[in-house]
Nanobody, 116 residues
Framework: QAQLVESGGGLVQAGRSLRLSCAGA????????WAWYRQAPGKQQRDMVA????????NYADSVKGRFTISRDNTKKIVYLEMNSLKPDDTAVYYC?????????WGQGTQVTVSS
């Protein structure tokens, strides 16, 4: 069973950068399309913001396109999310999971707070 551990969040000012990491596990890591999701304050749903296929192809939500970059290290079994030019609207708890969001349980997430 895969275990997901997110880290790297924090409190930053608008315009700054953060890099999130997601440590995965399991023999299928390198075959999995991974994604980052976020859950904004007061919202129940998690929205996908970026995904990366096993071949390294990426896709982004319009709200983060051009500012966020997802990458993966299959040897270390880590998925990264580089976040630049952060905005207050990026404030959320960030989670990783596969592209279907089907790995259970979800990790604890990492809080990103962007002040104006």
């Amino acid at each position: 069973q895969a275990q997901l551990v997110e880290s790297g969040g924090g409190l930053v000012q608008a315009g700054r950068s953060l890099r999130l990491s997601c440590a995965g596990a399991g023999s299928s890591f390198s075959f999995t399309t991974w994604a980052w999701y976020r859950q904004a304050p007061g919202k129940q749903q998690r929205d996908m913001v970026a995904q990366i296929t096993r071949a390294g192809n990426t896709n982004y939500a319009d709200s983060v396109k051009g500012r966020f970059t997802i990458s993966r290290d299959n040897t270390k079994k880590i998925v990264y999310l580089e976040m630049n030019s952060l905005k207050p609207d990026d404030t959320a708890v960030y989670y990783c999971n596969n592209a279907l969001g089907s790995i259970r349980p979800w990790g604890q997430g990492t809080q990103v707070t962007v002040s104006s």
